[in-house]
T-cell receptor, first 111, second 118 residues
Framework: QKEVEQNSGPLSVPEGAIASLNCTYS??????FFWYRQYSGKSPELIMF????GDKEDGRFTAQLNKASQYVSLLIRDSQPSDSATYLC???????????FGKGTTLSVSS | GAVVSQHPSRVICKSGTSVKIECRSL??????MFWYRQFPKQSLMLMAT???????TYEQGVEKDKFLINHASLTLSTLTVTSAHPEDSSFYIC?????WGAGGNEQFFGPGTRLTVL
């Protein structure tokens, strides 16, 4: 069973700080990586996806991928209370047909 | 962005009854839809992959005779939980992949259906 691992948290950061969320995956053949945000009782919403090693920036969010280390992270700059949610890391399976999700990291941003 | 709807959003039923959940892609065609289940404090677990016009592919451990999936059109997939029991109580979420979207890699999630079996 291919796995995606995340620290469940909670990760607590003050407003304005940088939140760093980490994810490791077991399938070395994985090529596509996604970060979703899920508010309590709601379904996930896509924040970013990344395919290539290195950094990808979108507004306050930066995804970082290191395939050699099988590690993907999400940085949130200038964290806001509205960023408080569970962040799910997802990896596309080798067949490229479905996503495998981690258990998610709960982020709490205090004002 | 693409919109996926689910109906109903919440359902409470008695043990032994069957419940049908609909998943619709509203503004795009989805040849593939996915059904997930999420228990409290747990991750999304893929139950099955639904392809339009063909039989669904179920993940290991998911009973295909209990969770019936029909994907009759490019915009609609249904999940029927047959003879539901309290242990089937969960948050069921569908997602759809835009067949013609850029890169074809994004999955758009529906709002989820909260099923409670008494």
């Amino acid at each position: 069973q291919k796995e995606v691992e995340q620290n469940s948290g909670p990760l607590s950061v003050p407003e304005g700080a940088i939140a760093s969320l980490n994810c490791t995956y077991s399938d070395r053949g994985s090529q596509s990586f996604f970060w979703y945000r899920q508010y309590s009782g709601k379904s996930p919403e896509l924040i970013m996806f990344i395919y290539s090693n290195g950094d990808k920036e979108d507004g306050r969010f930066t995804a970082q991928l290191n395939k050699a280390s099988q590690y993907v992270s999400l940085l949130i700059r200038d964290s806001q209370p509205s960023d408080s949610a569970t962040y799910l890391c997802a990896v596309k399976n080798q067949a490229g047909t479905a996503l495998i999700f981690g258990k998610g990291t709960t982020l709490s941003v205090s004002s | 962005g693409a919109v996926v709807s689910q109906h109903p959003s919440r359902v409470i039923c008695k043990s032994g009854t069957s419940v049908k959940i609909e998943c619709r892609s509203l503004d795009f065609q989805a040849t593939t839809m996915f059904w997930y289940r999420q228990f409290p404090k747990q991750s999304l677990m893929l139950m099955a992959t639904s392809n339009e016009g063909s039989k669904a592919t179920y993940e290991q451990g998911v009973e295909k005779d209990k969770f019936l999936i029909n994907h009759a059109s490019l915009t609609l997939s249904t999940l029927t939980v047959t003879s539901a029991h309290p242990e089937d109580s969960s948050f069921y979420i569908c997602s759809a992949r835009d067949s013609w979207g850029a890169g074809g890699n994004e999955q758009f999630f529906g709002p989820g259906t909260r099923l409670t079996v008494l």
